[in-house]
């Protein structure tokens, strides 16, 4: 059974650096191919891809957001982190991992539960 | 940057119809694209990949179509469960469409 699950602090002050970590099981990250992304939701909007690592470690980036993120990954522990810098209030949103099984082809096919992340003062 | 662009933004339909969902991307794609349903509270869940190729355990209802700059996923006899925003999603470069609302009347 392949599971992942989002953690991290849920409550950040403006101007912050958000970690989270998405920690998964059921497959690995250094099988060929495999990739797992970074998404969020604010309440009530859409979704929004943030970030993508690659078993090979190839990394790739939303745009609009690239000098903020840094995604990163340790096989070892099964372990995805996001890191977002200079958080603020339009940053809260649920936030979501999710595996990609064939280097962009297939689709997000497990995600996470999410985790909430406020940003207040 | 390429922008996915979902009509209609809702669609209030009956138990038993067929529901049509579009998506359309400002440039012609190759078929990474991929549709997800999500029902409030929970997470997104897979639908279809790589343009026409069901998930797995995803009912035969649903079914995807398209190439280039016009992407479909029809839901061809509409069931109360059906209710949900429907997200579609390229791949490389990575974005998601808006959505699009199915009420079930």
């Known amino acids: 059974q392949i599971t992942l699950k989002e953690s991290g602090r849920t409550l950040v002050k403006p101007t912050q650096t958000l970690t989270l970590t998405c920690t998964f099981s059921?497959?690995?990250?250094?099988?060929?191919?495999?990739?797992v992304a970074w998404i969020r939701q604010p309440p009530g909007k859409a979704l929004e891809w943030l970030a993508v690592?690659?078993?090979?470690?190839?990394?790739r980036y939303s745009p609009s957001l690239r000098t903020r993120l840094t995604i990163t990954k340790d096989t070892s522990k099964n372990q995805v982190f996001l890191t977002m810098t200079d958080m603020d209030p339009v940053d809260t949103a649920t936030y979501y991992c999710?595996?990609?099984?064939?280097?962009?082809?297939?689709?997000?096919?497990?995600w996470g539960q999410g985790t909430r992340v406020t940003v207040s003062s | 940057e390429i922008v996915l662009t979902q009509s209609p933004a809702t669609l209030s339909l009956s138990p038993g119809e067929r529901a049509t969902l579009s998506c359309r991307p400002s440039?012609?794609?190759?078929?990474?694209l991929a549709w997800y349903q999500q029902k409030p509270g929970q997470a997104p869940r897979l639908l279809i990949y790589?343009?026409?190729n069901r998930a797995t355990g995803i009912p035969a209802r649903f079914s995807g179509s398209g190439s280039g700059t016009d992407f479909t996923l029809t839901i061809s006899s509409l069931e109360t469960e059906d209710a949900a925003v429907y997200y579609c999603?390229?791949?490389?470069?990575?974005?998601f469409g808006q959505g699009t609302k199915v009420e079930i009347k």
């Open positions: 690592i690659y078993w090979d470690d190839d990394k």
């Open positions: 999710a595996r990609n099984e064939d280097y962009d082809r297939r689709g997000l096919d497990v």
């Open positions: 999603q390229l791949s490389d470069p990575w974005t």
């Open positions: 440039q012609s794609v190759g078929s990474y």
């Open positions: 790589d343009a026409s």
């Open positions: 059921g497959f690995s990250l250094t099988s060929s191919g495999v990739g």
